[in-house]
């Protein structure tokens, strides 16, 4: 792990910290309302479900430890994941900066 990625490391564990987050594994170790945000090779932190504008993202990671939120969590009830940017790249479509955006 570069420099870099150590202090990102660092910085999310330390702010997950100060702000009195809870460790977690999986979402069921979070209240209602909250996600389980997993980081590599550590235990995660609970975060609460995107709101309004918050980054959010469409679904969780699939892996061979279960599903894993890996950069967010999902958006709360009524909200739904968007890209606020939309792009064409060598006939690929590309969806940047999702946010929670109010279903009407």
Request: with cysteine; aromatic share 10%; charged share 25%.
């Amino acid at each position: 792990m570069g420099l870099l990625g150590f202090l990102f490391l660092f910085l999310t564990i330390s702010y997950a910290s100060a702000d009195g987050m809870r460790s977690c594994i999986t979402d069921e170790n979070c209240e209602e309302g909250e996600c389980c945000i997993s980081m590599a090779f550590l235990r995660g932190f609970c975060h609460t479900l995107g709101d309004e504008g918050d980054h959010c993202i469409t679904e969780p990671a699939k892996t061979k430890y279960g599903n894993k939120n890996i950069f967010g969590c999902p958006c709360k009830d009524n909200f739904k994941c968007i890209p606020d940017v939309i792009t064409e790249e060598d006939g690929k479509t590309i969806m940047k900066n999702f946010s929670c955006k109010k279903l009407d």
